[in-house]
């Protein structure tokens, strides 16, 4: 199985200043069709999971701008340019290039 | 618009089953597969198994090989995931989402409890 691990797991952060997450994968996520299926998700307290990034640096519909990822191979990172107060969550990364499906432990965004 | 509705909580005790539908709308089901993820209190998200909706396949977790089993009902949209056995740790939020993980359930939350 493809363990995934992030870095830091808990990252106070001040409004309006970046934030950024690591995301290491055991393997390489490369597909054997060429594509890398790393994805990032953002879970609000209380919500069910929501996609934010895919195939490592496509945002999903309504998005915003300040979310990107980035990254190649076993090494990803997910980028929030200015963080607002609605990005407070828990957020995963989680590959799909190989079953079984794995999410890495979370990151805990909050606001200093 | 894509929506996933998942059934409403459950409250089972030990060693009995429990059936979660999730009933999509808003695209074409056979299209797309369904994956089944379920998250323990205050815990991060265990992928559990996937079905392919067209023609049925599945590929479950080894932890619940055995215990799990996926299926679909083209006629009405839903996709069903049953999982027999259960036990207090099994006691947690139960969601689907669509095969690209883009849509996903509201949960279901499931309690094991004596």
């Known amino acids: 199985d493809i363990v995934m691990t992030q870095t830091p797991l808990s990252s106070p952060v001040t409004l309006g200043q970046p934030a950024s997450i690591s995301c290491r994968s055991s393997?390489?996520?490369?597909?054997?069709?060429?594509?890398?299926?790393l994805s990032w998700l953002q879970q609000r307290p209380g919500q069910p999971p929501r996609l934010l990034i895919y195939k490592i640096s496509n945002r999903f519909s309504g998005v915003p701008d300040r979310f990107s990822g980035s990254g190649a191979g076993t090494d990803f990172t997910l980028e929030i340019s200015r963080v607002e107060a609605e990005d407070v969550g828990v957020y995963y990364c989680?590959?799909?290039?190989?079953?079984?499906?794995?999410f890495g432990p979370g990151t805990k965004v909050d606001i200093k | 618009q894509v929506q996933l509705v998942q059934s409403g909580g459950e409250v089972k005790k030990p060693g009995a089953s429990v059936k979660v539908s999730c009933k999509a709308s808003?695209?074409?089901?056979?299209?797309?597969?369904i994956n089944w993820v379920r998250q323990a209190p205050g815990q991060g998200l265990e992928w559990m198994g996937w079905?392919?909706?067209?023609?049925?396949?599945?590929n479950y977790a080894q932890n619940f090989q055995g215990r799990v089993t996926m299926t679909t009902d083209t006629s009405t949209n839903t996709a069903y995931m049953e999982l027999r056995s259960l036990r207090s740790d099994d006691t947690a939020v139960y969601y689907c989402?669509?095969?690209?993980?883009?849509?996903w359930g509201q949960g279901t939350l499931v309690t094991v409890s004596s």
């Open positions: 393997q390489s996520l490369v597909h054997s069709d060429g594509n890398t299926y």
């Open positions: 808003g695209y074409t089901f056979t299209s797309h597969a």
């Open positions: 989402a669509r095969g690209e993980n883009d849509y």
């Open positions: 079905i392919n909706t067209y023609n049925g396949n599945t």
């Open positions: 989680m590959q799909t290039t190989q079953f079984p499906l794995t």
